[in-house]
């Protein structure tokens, strides 16, 4: 018996208990994106359970799990059977976790344990400090990300049709004409051991990933950069095989916005083949379907947050827009075209959806100049669905 509720986007981020480091050092990303995409963490054994009214409560005595209220987690060894695999946490303590379930009143039996449940992704090659990703989703686009995780501070990433191994492949994206030797991305302001803060959002076909570089030097930083990597969902009618970006920029500068999609226009994701499917790579641009090209949460097209007519907080989707035409949107990205929503709104804050996004919840991220706290009118804050599903 699956969930009653879809577990489709799973959430994670630096301050849960036990989440994966990031730092200045060779190999800190993949051991991240292995955690989130390919094997989940934070195993717990359950010392007993029970279920009563339609949820289950898992009871844990070994310290405080890294599971929270709207984050998914992955069960095993219960008996009955329909609790194992994935749950998505409405409620939990220092010492239980609870999800709702449609079986009947009655205690749990088994060696009952549970994780954070990985977003689905495989790890087909590997190698030192190397690995290549895919999405395991049959409807997916199968397109592979290689990360080269070898230098301290930043990781270059490629993306191909095919792949042999971890260091052959054809169907390159970007090309070397576009950005020699692949796309970057840092995973901290500077090379070393300290821990810098990151989000990560994702399901079976795409991920967000904002790094919160600039907290390497002081954990009170909360402006991140957020790439995003995946399918997106396209407009063509049919469909479109090709429909998977890569947000990355030309430059290890940790100054450099190029590549990310909550602020800025910048040419700089790149997609395999164009929406024709003729021809080699092509770079897309971020696109706010409403308001300027400004960073989500600091721009004025719409006024201030709160609205001084309702309070009101305004959300716009994000076009990936091949030329000056939209292709598709990103899955699950809202940015804001209000201004000094960084003074109100911390990063993390989870925002309760309206209208169009009804019943969803929206992660609230941390965006803009390199080293803004909370708060600040120069913090940008952009939302990501956490409940899904993101459709494509």
Known sequence: MSSPVDTSVKHFYSAMAGAPVLNGVAGSLIALLDACLVTGWGLKAVDSATISAGVCRLNFASGKSAAEVDAVVLVAGASPAGLNGEQRVTAISSNWVEFKTALPDGTVTGSVSFKMAPAGWTKPFSGTNLAVYQSADAQSTKMFVRIDDTAADHVRLRGYETMSDVNTGAGLFPLDAQIAGGGYLNKAAGPGPAPVKWRLVA??????????????????????????????????????????????????????????????????????????????????SSVAEVGSSATSGTQSSLGAFPSVIDGGLRLSRRFVAQGSTPRGVFPGLYTVPQSEVGLTIPPLYRQQGAGPTEGRVLLAIGCGASSQTFPSPSLGISFIDITGPWGR
């Open 203 to 284: 399901d079976g076909r795409g991920m967000y990933l904002s790094v919160v570089g600039y907290s390497f030097y002081g954990p009170t930083v909360e402006s991140g950069r957020t790439v995003f990597i995946g399918d997106f969902q396209a407009y063509r009618p049919g469909g479109d095989p090709y429909a998977f970006v890569i947000g990355s920029g030309p430059s290890s500068a940790y100054s450099d916005t190029a590549g990310v999609c909550d602020q800025g226009v910048e040419a700089s994701h790149y997609a395999a083949r164009a929406y024709h499917g003729i021809g080699g790579a092509v770079a897309h």
